[in-house]
């Protein structure tokens, strides 16, 4: 099984800054893509960012200049920094691992969430 772990939600007042980080562990070879989406209250789930593991990065527009994606392949982790965040940054941040290499092939996991909430 491959799980992915986040950590480093909570609450915070707009302008200041967050710091996600997400875990990968299990019995697997490789991650190709981890990512960060999230969903607020009765919104559709949306990327938010992702980077390869070469380090190749794509950003939502809404947080460009403002979050920054960042992994250590060692340690199969990915992190967000969120700096200057909004109200509207308010959701349920969700890591993501595509094309994760296993015995079985590749696979696709979530992480469970992490609440972020930005106050005003």
């Known amino acids: 099984q491959v799980q992915l772990v986040e950590s480093g939600g909570g609450l915070v007042q707009a302008g200041g800054s967050l710091r996600l980080s997400c875990a990968a562990s299990?019995?697997?070879?490789?991650?190709?893509?981890m990512g960060w989406y999230r969903q607020a209250p009765g919104k559709q789930r949306e990327l938010v960012a992702r980077i390869t593991s070469g380090g190749s990065t794509n950003y939502a527009d809404s947080v460009k200049g403002r979050f920054t994606i960042s992994r250590d392949n060692a340690k199969n982790t990915v992190y967000l920094q969120m700096n200057s965040l909004k109200p509207e940054d308010t959701a349920v941040y969700y890591c993501?691992?595509?094309?994760?290499?296993?015995?079985?092939?590749?696979?696709?996991?979530w992480g469970q969430g992490t609440l972020v909430t930005v106050s005003s």
């Open positions: 993501h691992g595509d094309r994760v290499r296993t015995y079985s092939g590749l696979l696709e996991r």
């Open positions: 299990g019995r697997f070879f490789s991650i190709n893509v």
